[in-house]
């Protein structure tokens, strides 16, 4: 039996065999490897640093820009037309000005009035274009535009120019003052003077009266001139210098709602009181019947409603009605009404007081002979003779034109 030595140097031999082959040495891959994170550390170091970039050499340089001319990277300076230039020839006076294209002062009232005074400094003639909605300030005062203006100005020549405005908040300060224009808008009016443009009957006093109810919404009682029944609450609002007449009152709700304004909406429109004041107005009775929808069939029927079932605290103004558009009637009627006992001091009164309204000759002797009836000393009687004295006036004048109503301030009807 032969007995096998393994020497150590046929084991490592034999070892060797089992083992993979050896791969090829990769000079570039792992000089690569070595140098990749010393650039990328070169990088990061860098970038720490805020000193200016290095100015690559003149060769490197060149390869490095791109091949486009220099204008192509730089924007171009917009060089449109004038934002003043409305139409050939024609400015915006706002943006003439901004520009520098005109030079203008203005002087206004703070309600319906505004004068410019605009210069024209250069070579070309001008036609410069106030637009309804421009705004002007002066203080605490802020006005607005109601109908566009256009006038020309010769080159190196002057014009001065009126603009009607109204007033955008009550609490505006009525009186000579300067003002400047201003870039601000009022959204809450662009119907109405849109409207406006189509309607020139709409007097200063409804436009004022139609965008106070816009913007401020203004109840009846800041703006209308008779008194108020509720007169002997007082007002929050210091509204005198924009109290207006019945009819712009009227005229202003009119226009709203032809523009999509509800009136129940609008505390303007709310108060009852309106509705009887404009219908004893003749000058604004027809726009009134008109508005609340009456005509010369429902027209008595709305003053029996009135004086029996109306609002109490102008329940008597019917009787004012009556006398005016009925005088027939109301002769007949109103001695009736002064000498029934069992009736109020304030109707009693106002019958009398109505009698005069009629302008008819023969109420003249009802009326002293109330005033003999009544006695001249009592207050039913005194009313009586005044009456008889202003009618007596009126029936020996020529008319004038509409009449207002009579005895106003009688203690005892309160605004009649």
């Not at 002057?158 to 009186?175: D, E, H």
């Not at 003749?282 to 609340?292: E, F, K, L, T």
Request: charged residues 20%; hydrophobic residues 45%; aromatic residues 6%.
């Amino acid at each position: 039996m032969k007995t096998i030595v393994l020497r150590p140097e046929l084991i490592g031999y034999h070892n060797s065999c089992l083992r993979e082959p050896a791969r090829p040495f990769n000079k570039t891959a792992v000089l690569g490897a070595v140098l990749l994170p010393l650039v990328a550390l070169g990088g990061w170091v860098a970038g720490r640093f805020t000193a200016a970039p290095m100015v690559a050499p003149p060769v490197a340089a060149a390869l490095s820009r791109p091949s486009v001319p220099p204008a192509t990277v730089t924007a171009p300076i917009a060089t449109g037309p004038s934002l003043a230039v409305i139409s050939p020839g024609t400015v915006d006076l706002q943006a003439a000005v901004d520009e520098g294209l005109l030079q203008a002062e203005f002087t206004g009232n703070g309600r319906e009035q505004l004068t410019a005074n605009v210069s024209n400094p250069g070579a070309t003639d001008l036609v410069v274009k106030a637009s309804f909605g421009q705004m002007f300030e002066g203080g605490r005062n802020t006005v607005v535009v109601v109908r566009s203006v256009e006038t020309g100005i010769p080159a190196g020549k002057c014009a001065t120019f009126a603009l009607q405005t109204v007033a955008t908040r009550s609490a505006n300060r009525i009186g000579p003052g300067n003002y400047r224009l201003s870039p601000r808008t009022t959204p809450k009016i662009d119907l109405l003077l849109t409207y406006a443009q189509d309607h020139p009957e709409l007097s200063p006093g409804a436009l004022q009266t139609a965008v106070l109810a816009l913007i401020e919404n203004l109840p009846l009682s800041a703006l209308c001139k008779f008194t108020p029944v509720g007169a002997d609450f007082p007002s929050r609002f210091d509204t005198s210098a924009f109290r207006a007449e019945t009819l712009d009152i009227l005229t202003a709700l009119s226009a709203l709602r032809e523009i999509g304004v509800k009136d129940r909406d609008l505390a303007l429109s709310i108060d009852p009181q309106l509705k009887i004041e404009s219908m004893i107005e003749p000058r604004c009775r027809p726009v009134a019947m008109q508005h609340y929808g009456l005509n010369a069939g429902s027209e008595w029927e709305y003053w029996k409603h009135e004086l029996l079932q109306g609002e109490v605290g102008t329940r008597h103004y019917a009787l004012f009605g009556i006398a005016r558009f009925y005088p027939e009637v109301a002769v007949q009627m109103l001695p009736n009404w002064a000498r029934e006992k069992r009736t109020t001091q304030t109707f009693r009164v106002a019958a009398v007081q109505a009698l005069a309204e009629t302008q008819r000759p023969d109420a003249l002797p009802v009326l002293r002979t109330l005033a003999n009836e009544l006695g001249r000393n009592t207050e039913l009687g005194r009313a009586a003779l005044d009456a008889a004295q202003y009618l007596d006036g009126e029936l020996n004048k020529a008319a004038t034109g509409a009449s207002s109503v009579a005895f106003r301030s009688s203690a005892v009807t309160g605004p009649f």
